[in-house]
Structures are given as C-alpha cells and as structure tokens.
C-alpha cells in the first residue's frame, strides 16, 4: 500500500466520483409531504406575493394616519374587518376595527393596537354607531405589505434545496400542492465475509451474525437513498462480482452506487480485493482509525466504494465518506450538526491517523467516550450519539480539552 | 391575561400534560429496519456474548505466548485460520495464520501481526511445511475476548431508547431480527380561520393559503407522529368542537394529541378560545415571541395544545413545546442539537420575552438572521436552517456575542 490518504482528500474523491460518473436520475413529482428529506430539483419561483396583500400585523383600528393630529383624535368606528374579508374603502374621519392578518381597507395606512385605544375595546357593531379616540400614528405602523417576503416572480426555493417543514410550508403558503425533487439515488449494499450469518439463522462455531447490513441499510435509509440488498456474500470473488455486474447493466436494476462490507484489507482472503482485480477501483489506506482501508472506484461505470468489515468501521466510513459527498453532490442529506464540546476524560490517539472515536455528549456540554478504539465495539456504539474528530497530529488530549463532535 | 409564563415553565407544562393524561398506547413488533426512528417499547437483553468467542484483531499468526523467548523464536506453521471456520487446537511450537475475526484456536492466546513476522507474508498451503520467526508477545496481545463488548444476559439496550443505525446494527449482531418499539402517537391536526384556504384552490380577496397544515404536519412526521389532518376549520366554534369531538371517542377514531393553529389570541373572532369555552383549556401568554399566545388543557380528556395562527408562530411553537416535551416523554424525537455561535449582526430584542429568531449557522461558527421578527415571514424561514434564543433579560447583542443556536 501506498502512504496514506489523508481523510479530506478522501472524502473529495468520493466527491467527485459521484459528480462524475453518475448520471443524473431525473424528477419525480410529488406531492409536498411526500417531499420532505428530498431534494428540489429545480428553481421555484413565486407565483404570487406574500403576503398577498398589505395585512394588520395586530387585533386595532386601521386608520388613515393623517386623520389623527399629534394629540390624538376621536374617529367614528366603521364596519369591522374580520381576517378574510375584502373591505370596503375607508372613509375620513372613520377607523376600522381590524383583526390580525385582515386586510388594510384602501385608504387606511396604519393600524393602532386596541391597547392604545380609548375605550380599549371593540364596540359591539350590533349596538349602533360609536366612536373611539386614538393616539397619533405613522404610516405605516403594523401594516405588513405585500410582497415584504416575497414578490410574484421572484426565486423562491433554489434547486438542491432539501425539502424540510419550513420550505414545504412556504411551498404551500403559494398555493402550490405538489413539488418536483431529485429522484432518490438507489444503492446496493453487499455485505462478505465466510464467517457472517443472517440475523435469525443458527449461529455455528466461529460465525458472527452480520450488523453491517442493518447498520448500514438503516443510516442510508435516514440519508434518503433507496436500497437494494442481496444476501451475504460468501468468499467466491467470482460469485461477488456476479452479483454486483447484476446492478450495473442499462436495465432498471441498475443502481446509481455499490457499497460493499468487509474484504477490502490485506489479509490472505480479502474477496471484494480479488473481485475487483480487473476493475478500475483502487484499495488503498486513508489515515483514519477506524476505518483505514477502504475501496473507491467503478464498476461497470457505476461508482464503487468498499467499506472494512467491523461494524463500527463501517459506519464511521459511512458518516465521514458517503453521507458527506451525498450531502454535497445531492443537497440531501442535510450535513451533521458540528459541535465543540469539552472532553470528560484524558485519551489518546495515533499519531498520524484521524481517529474517530464514538461519545455522549453530556448536557452540560462535555463530551465521554464511549467504549475503546476497537472497531468492532458496536454495543458501545449503540450508546454513543456523537462522533469525536481527534486529527492526526493530535496524540494527547486532556480533561477538559476541547473537540470537534459531530451529532449522529 | 395574567402574568406571561416563562418559556420552561410552559414547556414543563407540556410535558405533564402529555405524562399525565394519554395512556400508553401499547407496543408493536417490528422488524428492524422498519423501526427505524421508532423508542424501545422494553429493555433488551443480550441472548449471547459480542463477540461471541475469542478472536484475533489483526491478520498474523496465532501462537502460544509461552513458546516465545524475548529474543523470537523460529515456529512451525500451522493451518491456517480463516475468518468463519472452527480451528483445531495449536500444538505448542506451531504457530497458526490467522484472519481478522476468525475464533483463537484453543491453546492459543496471542496474536503476532503478519508485518512483525519473518517473512512477512502468509506462507502458501500447497507449497508444503514452512516455518516462521516471530517475536515474543504478552499474553492477550491482540486478542478480541469473548464477550468484552457485551456478556450474555446484560443488557444491551433500556426501553425508550431510540432506534438509530447503531441499535439496529446491536440488534443484529445479536441475532434479532425483530424490536418491539413503542406505537407512534397519532395527532388530530386542524387548522382554523375564516381567511385560510387549502392550497391549489382559488384565492379570492383577503385570503391567503394555509401553510401550517403543511409546516405542521411535516414537522409532526419528522418527529415520528402519525397525523390525521382535517379540512380547513371555518370560524364556527360549535362545528370546530365536534370536529375535535370525533377523535375524543373511546374507538379506533380516538388520537392521543389534538394541536389547533390560530384562534389564541385576544381578537373579536378567535375561534378556538370561544370552541374551548366549556373544556378544561387555558389560554395564556407565555414570554416568548413569535408563539406567544398558546392553548394548553384537555378536550374529553385527550391532551390539546392551541397555537398561534402564523406560520412562524407554528414552527417556534412545536419545536420549543411539543417536540420537546414529545423526546422528553416518549424517547422519540432525538432532542434538537443545540450550538454556541457568534453572531454574524446586531439585534435587538423586546425585554421581558424570550425571542426565537430564525437563523442560518455559516460555516465559520457565525449565525446571521433570516428576516425580521415578524411571525409571517415565511419565505425566510424558509431560508433558516436554525433558531437562535435570544432570553428574556437580553435585549441587546452584538455582532460577535455568542449565543445558543438549536439547528433545525
């Protein structure tokens, strides 16, 4: 092997091995809660203003602001306006009771709350003519415009925006019922290794059952990608790539990324190397614990990428290699939130090797290790909810100390 | 209204109205990957040992330790042992290749990493009886023990956990292909208000689309609630009680949380007070802005909280009440994580109430605003990807201070 890619240098290869060589997916149209995680696939523009138009910002009185000297004046109550009524025009010397997000009479240009109204209360339109006696007013007070979000025509969503409540409602609150997204990438996921049984078979002497198949199919699951599993893999390189060349034809099988588990290392039956001996895919050592060898290529023109086989391996290689490129090259996953937090305890980490380790962060913002470096720790996994970057030249961190943590 | 309630005291209020009164809705047995997102409806213990039995944690050679001097020593080579079979035992003077993973056989208990021997390649079986030099090694020495990750009969994972790649890869390496998960909670979600009209029909002279529908439902989903939506209410309160009325039932009908938009507020037509008028609700303010006016009691005793009617109003009140409150009492959501980031700008903000601003967290650790305060802004929500907490007692922050962002 050669010397060691470092972890940034490795995560833009797998960038740009998604950028280049998978082709577009396409559209799919949708409506807008079956959107959310997805990706926008094009541009939305505004096909109207919102607000739509100019609207009260409080429960008051709209008025017409040049009725009401410095001192205040009494006006002559007119016709409520409820939200969701289309007023008539306001006369001078008249103010209109309005409620919040109702439209501003023409004429009116201001609202004063009913607090700073005299009484401060509305009258009862059932008992007759009234008047009220209000303060002076700028234009414009309380008085939310058309369009001061956004205007007819303007960009509304840009293309690659990942479809959360926020964006939906705002899809929404223009009229629009469906939305069109990227289309979910598919993946197949292989898992190997002769010694890997089936969760609910028999467990015989020296077997394991496989993890890296649920963990795995679960964390590409959350990052929206579609999945296409074949059972374990046994150590036949020929029967692998079999299974895999089944994925990688022009037919609706074919799946836009391989990942396989396991057999990327040096040992002396390392299956995924040998199944990629004539393929364009290089194994090679990124400078990161766990998870230091790893595969990246093609097969069949489908990008590739070979994961180690301890559990905890996979998932870190998943988390600081795929669901970043995703992420980049998709707009969907959103990225994991980064945290600084204090460590709860002294460690250690190689020199020269990214380690990531796994924590809980603590509500008072420090964070504890959780488990060993040992990658094939995966009930300590399963109490962690973070991940812990320790860089390469780093190889003593004290109580205390502070880290980069990302949030799982 | 009274006295305002301070943002943790409405939202500790949430949550013993959600303890208090919804029963437990009893569990559901699902396959792994299908509970996904879901909490742990029981504690789950460990049907065997991880790792199952002693195995090596490097590509080497297995040996007795005894048999290696400080200076090295020449062994015989044994079979060797790949990951997934069941080895004989290891004669004293032979030492055995060994994979990653594979069992340490019996008499064995060290491991001599394959780059430490000499030669340090793996002899070929066919090639006939070969011998190795290897240097001594301590007892254990890269040996995986049995059970080190977790015993049999321990246990593995504490009801209300929530079901992340990490538990469900546990599960599997525990031979489960099943979880019994706690059943999601089911939402009765209406919005009200004279003004609101469904998205993709006509809108007509002082209407506007409802967003919340769409904002809330999305955010109850992601959340992992089940949410059955009804048409948009009108401003008849007696029709919008019986609306709720047909989920209050004992059948299958009956949700276990009701959440209404609009209709809170202290205008001349607030549907929802005027519905609630013979229930068990209180509407009161709580020190916060936007989502100031909320709803909170019971309608024939399901939980229901009343929110604001403006979109913004909507998002700030489920993430700073129910969503909390839900991670609180049913382990499912994961809480928000929450940042410290320095401000991209000056703010100002009104003393006496806690201001949640809609923010976007920058690469640099800086957060700016998106949009004003103003609870309509929907297009700059939009825009946000967090909420910044200004407190109460703050009322001016500069560019550069730091304060405490929750990422959406």
Redesign the interface.
């Known amino acids: 092997m050669s010397v060691p890619r470092s972890v940034a240098a490795h995560r833009q290869a797998v960038v740009e091995l998604l950028t280049g060589v998978s082709a577009d997916r396409g559209k799919l149209r949708l409506p807008?809660?079956e959107a959310?995680?997805k990706a926008l696939a094009v541009d939305v523009y505004?096909p109207?203003s919102?607000?739509?138009?100019d609207n009260s910002?409080m429960?008051g009185f709209a008025v017409r602001s040049a009725d009401i000297p410095d001192g205040g004046a009494e006006l002559r109550v007119a016709e409520?306006v409820?939200?969701?009524?289309?007023?008539a025009a306001l006369k001078p010397g008249f103010a209109a009771?309005i409620?919040?997000?109702?439209?501003i009479p023409e004429g009116a240009d201001a609202v004063v709350p009913?607090e700073k109204a005299t009484p401060n209360a509305?009258p009862d339109p059932a008992a007759g003519e009234a008047v009220v006696v209000l303060p002076s007013v700028a234009p414009g007070t309380y008085v939310?415009d058309s369009g001061s979000?956004?205007g007819k025509g303007e960009l509304?969503?840009v293309a690659g925006t990942r479809m959360?409540?926020?964006?939906?409602?705002?899809?929404?609150?223009?009229?629009?019922?469906t939305v069109e997204v990227r289309k979910p990438w598919r993946v197949l996921l292989v898992t190997t290794?002769?010694?890997?049984v089936e969760?609910?078979k028999e467990?015989?002497?020296?077997?394991?059952?496989?993890?890296?198949?649920?963990?795995?199919?679960?964390?590409m699951?959350?990052a929206g990608l579609d999945v296409v599993r074949t059972g374990i893999s046994d150590?036949d390189p020929s029967k692998l790539l079999a299974v895999l060349q089944r994925h990688t034809g022009p037919a609706e099988d074919r799946v836009d990324v391989i990942v396989t588990t396991g057999g990327v290392?040096?040992?002396?039956?390392e299956v995924v190397r040998q199944a990629m001996a004539n393929q364009p895919v290089e194994f090679l050592p990124v400078a990161m614990q766990p998870g230091g060898p790893q595969g990246l290529g093609t097969v069949e023109g489908v990008p590739f990428l070979g994961f180690p086989?301890?559990?905890v391996s996979c998932?870190v290689s998943f988390e600081m290699f795929l669901r970043p490129a995703l992420s980049q090259v998709l707009g969907t996953p959103?990225q994991r939130?980064v945290?600084?937090a204090r460590l709860a305890e002294s460690l250690t980490s190689p020199e020269g090797k990214h380690q990531v380790r796994r924590g809980t962060m603590g509500a008072d913002g420090t964070v504890r290790m959780e488990?060993g470096a040992?990658s094939?720790?995966?009930?300590?996994?399963?109490r962690?909810?973070a991940l812990v970057q320790i860089p390469g030249d780093v190889t003593e961190l004290a109580e205390g100390d502070e880290v980069e943590v990302w949030?799982?």
Do not use: C, W
Request: charged share 10%.
């Open positions: 807008l809660l959310l995680g505004a109207l919102l607000p739509p138009f910002q429960d409520p409820p939200a969701g009524a289309a007023p009771p409620m919040t997000g109702a439209v009913i509305f939310r979000d956004i509304a969503l959360g409540p926020a964006q939906l409602g705002l899809l929404a609150a223009l009229g629009l019922t290794g002769d010694e890997v969760p609910g467990l015989t002497a020296g077997k394991i059952f496989d993890s890296n198949g649920t963990l795995l199919e679960a964390s699951r959350q150590d290392s040096k040992g002396a039956y086989g301890n559990p998932l959103a939130p945290l600084k488990g040992g094939h720790l995966v009930h300590a996994l399963a962690a909810n949030m799982l």
